[in-house]
């Protein structure tokens, strides 16, 4: 059974840092797509951050880029979205997604969800 749990949000000022972590547990490809997205009140989710774990350039979003950085351990099958700078429209649902590599910021690409976990950033 695939599992996808996350932590590390909470409420920030404007200029903080947060920096979410998600365990992957259950699936084991030898590589795979795996990413953040959010999900705002009111609005659809968006791709944030995504990356393959075989290797190759990230996937930002323009609102985060310079600010925000995905990484990898692929040995505790663990991916981590450091978010630097936070402003109040960062606010937001924060999910971590595995996959089946069919598309790095499609959210409709991808299989397995975590749970969620809410950042919110004040001015």
């Known amino acids: 059974q695939v599992q996808l749990v996350e932590s590390g949000g909470g409420s920030v000022q404007a200029g903080g840092s947060l920096r979410l972590s998600c365990i992957v547990y259950?699936?084991?490809?030898?590589?795979?797509?795996t990413g953040w997205f959010r999900q705002a009140a009111g609005k659809e989710r968006e791709g944030v951050a995504a990356?393959?774990?075989?290797?190759?350039?990230?996937y930002y979003h323009d609102s985060v880029k310079g600010r925000f950085t995905i990484s990898l351990d692929n040995a505790k099958n663990t991916v981590y979205l450091q978010m630097n700078n936070l402003k109040p429209e960062d606010t937001a649902m924060y999910y971590c997604?595995?996959?089946?590599?069919?598309?790095?910021?499609?959210?409709?690409?991808?299989?397995?969800w975590g749970q969620g976990t809410q950042v919110t950033v004040s001015s």
């Open positions: 259950g699936y084991t490809p030898s590589s795979y797509c």
């Open positions: 997604a595995a996959s089946f590599c069919l598309g790095l910021k499609t959210v409709g690409a991808y299989d397995y």
């Open positions: 990356i393959y774990t075989g290797g190759g350039s990230a």
